[in-house]
């Protein structure tokens, strides 16, 4: 009888970590159907990589229930983890493909990179802030991530060593754009900046290096806000 | 206990006390600035409030019990209030009672800490206004002389706080007040006792003493701080810290700091390392490492006014660390007027500007509203200081008075041009559009005052990718300088946005918008069609004045629901969440009010009689005097140049002034219809000061500052003088009627301030200081009717109900 109810346990205890991950599949999913799909996300490799990336796995152990919820979260040291909805914008306007090679300017939770990952043949991501790159490395590690490259340092330099770049996102709050990661983008890539105060993001800079030198800003709004008018 | 000697000793104690207690008021202002934000200052006025109506309550209900022990329990509840100070402090910070204003509307839990948080700030306040309280009742018929001593203490609390503000690390000043509470505690400690009490309040001391001068707790930055962030960065130091009623200042270097705000694509160069200023913990501006590296803000819009003329004299409003003031002297001004009133920003920076060694430059240490009121000198070029910050301050600023952003100002500013004169405002952009909508409105009703008819032909403004600066020139712009500015916008990758005979496809060439809705707004504000765009804006545009300095404040309450029905309720929040704060603290307060305070007198109500004088007479009293408190605060941080000098000069002269009120009063013979000539009297000062108030001070804004100190007190101390009467006047006269009642009464008149308090913030903000004080007059004249509502005595009473003493 002991032997039964031991044997119980233990098929229960190792039913429940499935059954987690089930949930978090699921909320996973319902994600990306009902933030993305739904608020007009059309790019299907964004799509599929969000459906695939454990977002609750980047994020603090106190927020892992609200992970899949349609906000920012706080990931410590004043930074946040973006909305779903966001990340999946961002993504969507830099439009990634297989081949592409992609530098992100402020880690954070690692997020954003691992979508990237999903999708490109070389995420480079350069984090400051020393905790938050070591957690995000350990993170992504662990996660199985072989294509993202994490360095701890500063942005402002880029990174020249894999250079030039398709596609380069800043996430590290900056009032200006580094002129040498102007310099690593390639002609025709772009860049993003999403710009709002923490626990929001209002608007994106998408930033464009043109052929024939000039470069031009391009200011996109993921929630388009309609003044009230009467009459 | 009874002896004259006790007595004596006993209004030095009240006095040490109470002066300790605002004192530690004022420090707890300055510590929630820095930890968290501004906001919290007035939170801090209801919470010590709230403290003194608990006390009233705790003491009318176990009076009983209380009164025949009070020799043990007056020094015990000192020397509580004296260990609690310093104690809820590092409390505070601990992490189960530690609360972040950004994460308020993100975890529900927040909403419990910020409670907590109150709470835990209530404690000194609760034990120090039970001593007050005991020695209230217990001396009904010398309650004068207490109140004096009280109120005297208090006044001179004020003044010492600054002492303590220029001397003392922010997490030190705890220590040094809870100190003086002990010391009060030792004045008064029962002589048959008196060895042990010696012993153990002079231990206590001692503890207090060493931790807060050799070891002072850390502070607990918010996260969301710009030091918080700036120190997470690698090899970020703090170089040196000092304190001063201004803000609690530091000094930063880190390798990896760089300045540049809304920096050209163009740029090729190396954006230089800069080292920062950091005031409350919050950025106060950049330090140049050396002169050369102001050459970058050639890359950025607000060069746009040095495309325009070579200007040689120049003024810097808000100077701060002195960026502008030295990109001016680069470009070649030969008199530059830097206006800082900051001491800390100005002798932090000083090391890498060497400003004072420039011989272009003059250093002005005043307020920049004081120094445009006094100088009669005209400029080529004024420089204001940028409006808000990259992505925006969530609203943060919303409460935050901004005197140099209001109608009257920019007239001032205006006048100071010469024929020719320019100035310029530069402005983060912000999404969705408010603050360059505002600035535009600003200017554009600055120059309808100044009858000028085409607002187009005299303005110009300049667009990069996140910043906005508008130029506005007293002569039409010349087709030569539209010129120039098209040029530099070319060389730049910059748009113009407003410039005369610009063409749609000129304001969007480089930097895109998605939609129009900037530009439209813009053309309709400065064409005159303001009105409509106020009325139907979903964010209040309308320009900010003397009346209501909040630039800031955007949010509009009817619009929160479209807000969040577009972004979402939690980003709905962090668009103006300074003023959401606000009204959170109000309904906490109003909830605390009512449980600490009404609700445990509601036992009493059997045992008291003319409960509807009781009621309104000191309600009215409670929230009168707590209006015209916030009114003259806001007022006179115009007059004064800061918040600090403005809080501590009203508060003491409110309570000094209206201490010797008091003690004037309890030498009167008074009957009912004494009281209600003072009251009357009182409703009358009031009205009066909502018209002249502001106009005085704007008479004697050129005043030098011992001059503006003199008429500080006489403006302040008038009405709190006559302010101070009905109080212990009521108190008295309910004391020969009903004792019972006294503490009822205190009660009554503690929960109606503690909620006046945040209530006045939330009026001020949105009908203006004028109105408030008009409110403030109605307050008193309904203490005044509610002295009809006095039942007559029954004959078996005795003598005439309406005679006292």
């Known amino acids: 009888m002991k032997s039964e109810l031991l044997i119980s346990v233990v098929i229960m205890l190792f039913s429940i970590a499935p059954a987690e991950q089930d949930k978090y599949h699921r909320d996973r999913q319902q994600m990306v159907t009902a933030q993305l799909e739904a608020r007009g996300i059309k790019h299907k490799p964004t799509l599929n990589a969000m459906r695939s990336v454990e977002r609750h796995r980047l994020v603090p152990k106190a927020q892992v229930e609200y992970a899949y919820e349609d906000r920012p979260l706080p990931i410590g040291f004043g930074q946040t983890i973006s909305q779903p909805y966001m990340v999946g914008y961002m993504t969507e306007v830099i439009r990634p493909t297989a081949g592409m090679k992609v530098l992100e300017i402020g880690t954070g939770s690692g997020y954003q990179a691992a979508v990237l990952a999903e999708i490109v043949d070389e995420v480079y991501t350069i984090e400051i802030v020393e905790e938050l790159a070591k957690t995000a490395k350990s993170s992504l590690e662990e996660m199985g991530y072989t294509n993202i490259h994490l360095k701890e340092g500063d942005g402002y330099f880029g990174w020249e060593e894999h250079a030039p770049y398709d596609a380069i996102i800043v996430t590290a709050a900056s009032a200006f754009i580094p002129p040498l990661l102007i310099e690593q983008l390639k002609e025709g890539g772009k860049m993003v900046i999403p710009v709002g105060a923490p626990f929001t993001t209002q608007q994106l800079m998408l930033v464009e290096k043109q052929k024939d030198g000039k470069r031009k800003t391009r200011n996109l709004l993921p929630v388009r806000f309609v003044p009230f008018t009467r009459n | 206990m009874g002896s004259h000697s006790y007595f004596n000793r006993l209004l030095f104690?009240?006095?040490?006390?109470?002066?300790?207690?605002?004192?530690?008021?004022?420090?707890?202002?300055?510590?929630?600035?820095?930890?968290?934000?501004?906001?919290?200052?007035?939170?801090?006025?209801?919470?010590?409030?709230?403290?003194?109506?608990?006390?009233?309550?705790?003491?009318?209900?176990?009076?009983?019990?209380?009164?025949?022990?009070?020799?043990?329990?007056?020094?015990?509840?000192?020397?509580?209030?004296?260990?609690?100070?310093?104690l809820i402090l590092w409390l505070s910070g601990q992490p189960f009672a530690r609360f972040d204003t950004y994460l308020l509307f993100v975890e529900r839990s927040q909403l419990w800490q910020l409670l907590l948080y109150e709470l835990l700030f209530f404690i000194p306040f609760f034990f120090c206004a039970l001593a007050i309280g005991l020695v209230f009742v217990k001396?009904?018929?010398?309650?004068?002389?207490?109140?004096?001593?009280?109120?005297?203490?208090?006044?001179?609390?004020?003044?010492?706080?600054?002492?303590?503000?220029?001397?003392?690390?922010?997490?030190?000043?705890?220590?040094?007040?809870?100190?003086?509470?002990?010391?009060?505690?030792?004045?008064?400690?029962?002589?048959?006792?008196?060895?042990?009490?010696?012993?153990?309040?002079?231990?206590?001391?001692?503890?207090?003493?060493?931790?807060?001068?050799?070891?002072?707790?850390?502070?607990?930055?918010?996260?969301?701080?710009?030091?918080?962030?700036?120190?997470?960065?690698?090899?970020?130091?703090?170089?040196?810290?000092?304190?001063?009623?201004?803000?609690?200042?530091?000094?930063?270097?880190?390798?990896?700091?760089?300045?540049?705000?809304?920096?050209?694509?163009?740029?090729?160069?190396?954006?230089?390392?800069?080292?920062?200023?950091?005031?409350?913990a919050e950025w106060a501006g950049a330090v140049l490492r050396s002169p050369g590296d102001s050459r970058i803000l050639d890359y950025t819009t607000s060069a746009a006014a040095w495309e325009l003329a070579a200007h040689k004299k120049v003024l810097i409003l808000d100077a701060g660390t002195g960026v502008r003031t030295k990109y001016a002297s680069l470009k070649g001004a030969a008199e530059i007027d830097h206006v800082e009133s900051h001491r800390l920003v100005t002798d932090f920076s000083e090391d890498q500007t060497e400003l004072e060694?420039?011989?272009?430059?003059?250093?002005?240490?005043?307020?920049?509203?004081?120094?445009?009121?006094?100088?009669?000198?005209?400029?080529?070029?004024?420089?204001?200081?940028?409006?808000?910050?990259?992505?925006?301050?969530?609203?943060?600023?919303?409460?935050?008075?901004?005197?140099?952003?209001?109608?009257m100002a920019f007239s001032l500013i205006y006048d100071r041009l010469e024929t020719d004169g320019f100035f310029e405002i530069t402005v983060w952009l912000d999404y969705p559009y408010r603050n360059p909508l505002k600035i535009a409105a600003t200017i554009s009703e600055t120059l309808a005052e100044k009858g000028i008819s085409h607002p187009e032909q005299h303005l110009v403004s300049v667009r990069s990718w996140n910043t906005l600066t508008f130029l506005v020139k007293k002569t039409p712009f010349s087709s030569a300088e539209v010129q120039a500015i098209r040029d530099f916008c070319d060389r730049l990758y910059f748009d113009p946005m407003l410039l005369p005979g610009i063409t749609s496809e000129e304001r969007n060439q480089y930097n895109m918008l998605e939609d129009q809705v900037l530009f439209s707004l813009t053309d309709s504000i400065i064409s005159g069609n303001r009105e409509s765009i106020y009325e139907t804006y979903d964010f209040h545009l309308r320009p900010a004045t003397d009346d209501k300095p909040y630039f800031s404040q955007f949010l509009r309450l009817k619009s929160l629901p479209h807000l969040q029905e577009i972004f979402g309720n939690q980003s709905a929040s962090f668009i103006e969440l300074g003023y959401l704060i606000v009204g959170v603290t109000f309904l906490q307060s109003l909830l605390l009010a009512f449980v600490l305070i009404l609700l445990p007198l509601f036992r009493l109500k059997k045992n008291i009689s003319n409960k509807g004088f009781t009621l309104v007479y000191f309600s009215g009293l409670g929230m009168g005097f707590m209006f015209v408190e916030i009114v003259l605060i806001q007022r006179?941080?115009?007059?004064?140049?800061?918040?600090?000098?403005?809080?501590?000069?009203?508060?003491?002269?409110?309570?000094?002034?209206?201490?010797?009120?008091?003690?004037?009063?309890?030498?009167?013979?008074?009957?009912?219809?004494?009281?209600?000539?003072?009251?009357?009297?009182?409703?009358?000062?009031?009205?009066?000061?909502?018209?002249?108030?502001?106009?005085?001070?704007?008479?004697?804004?050129g005043f030098s500052i011992w001059a503006k100190i003199l008429v500080s007190l006489v403006l302040i101390g008038l009405p709190s003088f006559f302010m101070g009467m009905p109080f212990p006047l009521g108190l008295h006269f309910l004391s020969q009627r009903n004792e019972e009642a006294v503490p009822w009464a205190w009660g009554i008149n503690g929960c109606l301030s503690v909620v006046s308090a945040s209530l006045a913030t939330i009026l001020a903000i949105e009908i203006g200081f004028s109105v408030l004080m008009l409110l403030a007059a109605t307050a008193y004249f309904i203490t005044l009717a509610s002295s009809f509502l006095i039942k007559k005595k029954s004959k078996t009473q005795g003598a005439s109900p309406q005679t006292m003493n």
């Open chain 2, 357 to 407: 060694n420039d011989e272009s430059v003059t250093l002005h240490q005043q307020d920049s509203r004081s120094f445009l009121a006094q100088t009669e000198k005209s400029y080529d070029l004024i420089s204001l200081p940028p409006i808000g910050a990259f992505g925006g301050t969530a609203g943060l600023g919303a409460l935050q008075e901004e005197y140099l952003l209001t109608t």
């Open chain 2, 139 to 280: 001396y009904t018929n010398r309650i004068g002389k207490l109140y004096f001593s009280n109120l005297a203490g208090s006044g001179l609390g004020g003044l010492a706080a600054i002492v303590l503000f220029w001397t003392a690390f922010p997490t030190q000043i705890p220590y040094i007040t809870g100190f003086l509470s002990l010391m009060a505690a030792l004045l008064i400690i029962p002589l048959h006792r008196k060895r042990i009490w010696m012993i153990s309040v002079g231990i206590t001391a001692v503890l207090l003493i060493l931790p807060a001068f050799f070891s002072p707790p850390p502070l607990p930055l918010s996260q969301y701080k710009s030091l918080s962030q700036t120190l997470d960065l690698p090899e970020a130091s703090i170089v040196k810290s000092a304190n001063s009623p201004h803000g609690w200042v530091q000094y930063v270097t880190s390798p990896v700091l760089r300045y540049a705000p809304g920096l050209s694509l163009s740029f090729t160069g190396e954006v230089p390392v800069i080292d920062a200023v950091f005031s409350n």
């Open chain 2, 636 to 701: 006179f941080v115009l007059y004064l140049g800061h918040p600090v000098y403005s809080v501590a000069a009203v508060i003491s002269g409110m309570l000094l002034l209206s201490g010797l009120g008091s003690w004037l009063s309890s030498g009167l013979k008074l009957s009912i219809a004494g009281i209600r000539k003072i009251v009357l009297f009182i409703v009358l000062l009031l009205l009066v000061y909502a018209g002249i108030l502001p106009w005085l001070l704007e008479a004697g804004m």
């Open chain 2, 13 to 86: 104690s009240i006095g040490l006390l109470s002066l300790s207690m605002i004192a530690y008021q004022l420090s707890l202002m300055q510590y929630l600035s820095i930890v968290q934000w501004y906001h919290f200052a007035y939170m801090v006025i209801g919470i010590a409030l709230l403290g003194f109506g608990a006390a009233g309550s705790f003491i009318a209900i176990f009076r009983k019990s209380l009164l025949p022990i009070i020799d043990y329990l007056l020094p015990l509840f000192m020397v509580l209030t004296g260990i609690f100070m310093p």
